[in-house]
């Protein structure tokens, strides 16, 4: 895509160039040493098409521009252009008017040039044919294409491809700053490698587009801007190579191919020091070569992968079938770059456009592998929370069956050594036979009502009940009835509830009292109709003078299995009033204790009518 847009750029200027170039021609001087009135003697010109690659060499280049007259005149000089511009040194020489100009990577710009990436030269427009000469040396790769255009199109032209090819350059920015903030949050290493692929590829398009030689030429000795083009060039094949290779390994591809990747990546690394101490022609050409070699030794390295254990978020087959793409596109690059190839806009930007689109396409693949190892990990975290909460309920399941069987073997024995105390006395009485059979079945009554409140296998069957005699029918079943005081209004006003439930209510409170209250001391119950929250109902008093064991807790007062420590010297559960308050839950009424001075008081208020659902 980003190659028809470049192309795009170019054509318009067909038309226009043919119209004021009659001819063009190259000839190559191998020993470089050739003068200009050598070039203009030589016969063995050969035609130059639009595009022209001689690959790497130390050899001069010389190009011949057979100029037509200008078809009138004109102030507005004419502009050659020479794309690309990395080569490090051309000269133009236009003999008619005595003009020798010199630009070039290696060299920064100068006031004969028009400002622009690109490398250009500003020649008078005359009314007669002439003949130019430019001379090409360059250590990098020697494709060439030249335009001659009027100055007013050249500038504009220019512009146009310098805030495209930017966009192109500021966009691989952008992934190469996304791809880095991911890792410093991540520290993913595939995401990591990325990040600096792009950076380089950044940093190498800033070069090689010419950017580099405006921007910050000016700055440089000469001939080490080109060095550092060349370096970026070598290490991005590197980086590329190394990026692959970690996304592959996560594949879990063939050992022995991950380590020949890794070591031509290694080898990468230093390779670019040949471009500085004097041979780079051979870096650069061994770079090329190394170009091939990757794009034949990454495909066959994730094909290598072990299928069955591959759980990644991008599909093998999707990655494969890019990787191949990537391949056959990227293979005819060094083919071109050593000269062995037509050249064409490709040759250009071709590389550029790639590292743009593989820049898309992998960001593109990274964000959807993020979102999916992030949906993975949340899983993850899901499951194990799931877990440790279920481990928990089981060590709280754990925990509250050995509190169960601490109570019941405990609360067994109280009743059953009374019972044998009773009959090594020779004493046994019916009555104490009843109070020991009667607290073992309130224990075992309380356990099971307890797990059926836990397992929800209780459900209240609502019926007509008078609440003053379902009070009276539970005073006379507690231990202590002779203690007790009760006080309702005469009324014949029914409650409509259940009738189970709330005797176990009262039956608890009441058992409460008659134990933990003061010895012999009254125990007050009142019962009188009640609203709250507007709905009608009944409220139930339960009060006794505090006993030994002093006043409960309020905080803890309703905890499965709490007992304060001065009533653990008495028989008890411990789930008497965590019985009751979950019985009340199921009624949908409430329980309150508010200590009255030296007296322990707890109200119960239920709906005279069940709540609708």
Known sequence: MVCVLLGGCSRPETSPDQERVKSQQWLMDKSGSATLSDVQAASNWQPLPEWKSWGYGPETIWIRLDLRASDMVTSSPWVVQVRPPNLDYVTLYDPVNGLEQHTGDALPPNDTEL???????????MQRERTVYLKVQSI????????????????????????????????????????????????????????????????????????????????????????FGSTSFLWLICLTLWFLTVLNQSYKP??????????????????????????????????????????????????????????????????????????????????????????SLISIFGT???????????????QFRARSLQKDHQQVTLDLHLSQEKASVEARHR?????????????????????????????????????????????IERCVHTGQLADQGLEAVYQRVNPGELTRSCILACRAPERVDFVAPETNILLHTDAQMLSIVLGNLLDNACKYGAPQSRIQISLEPAQDNGRAGWLWRVANLAGPVGLPAAERLFEKYYRSPQARRLTGSGLGLFLVKGLLNLLKGTIHYAPVGSHAVFSVWIPAHPVER
Request: proline fraction near 4%; charge should be neutral; glycine fraction near 6%.
């Open 140 to 227: 990098s790769t020697r494709v060439m294409h030249l335009t001659v255009m009027p100055y007013g199109v050249a500038m504009q032209k220019n512009r146009s491809q310098e805030w495209l090819i930017g966009a192109i350059i500021a966009m691989s920015a952008v992934f190469a700053l996304w791809a880095l903030v991911q890792w410093f949050d991540t520290r993913d290493r595939i995401v990591g490698a990325f990040a600096l692929k792009e950076l380089m590829a950044t940093v190498w398009g800033f070069l090689l587009l010419g950017f580099g030689r405006v921007a910050i030429g000016p700055w440089f000795p000469e001939g080490v801007l080109s060095n």
């Open 254 to 343: 063939s050992r022995i191919a991950l380590r020949i990747c890794y070591g031509l990546a290694a080898f990468l690394v230093v390779l670019p020091a040949g471009v500085w101490i004097g041979q780079p022609y051979l870096a650069l050409i061994i770079g090329n070569v190394c170009i091939t070699l990757v794009t034949v030794l990454v495909p066959i390295t994730l094909l290598t992968a072990r299928h069955s254990e591959i759980l990644q978020p991008i599909p093998l087959k999707f990655l494969l079938f890019y990787l191949c793409c990537y391949s056959t596109f990227n293979s005819m690059l060094p083919l071109i770059h050593l000269g062995l190839i037509d050249a």
């Open 115 to 125: 400002a622009s990436i690109n490398l250009t030269f500003v020649i008078p427009a």
């Open 399 to 443: 925990e509250e069956q050995s509190q169960l069987f601490a109570m019941l073997a405990h609360e067994m024995k109280t009743p059953l050594a009374t019972l044998r105390m009773w009959m090594d006395a020779g004493q046994l009485k019916r009555d104490a036979m009843e109070r020991a059979i009667t607290d073992m079945n309130q224990v």
């Open 352 to 366: 550029l456009a790639y590292t743009v689109c593989d820049g898309i396409i992998m960001f593109m693949l990274l």
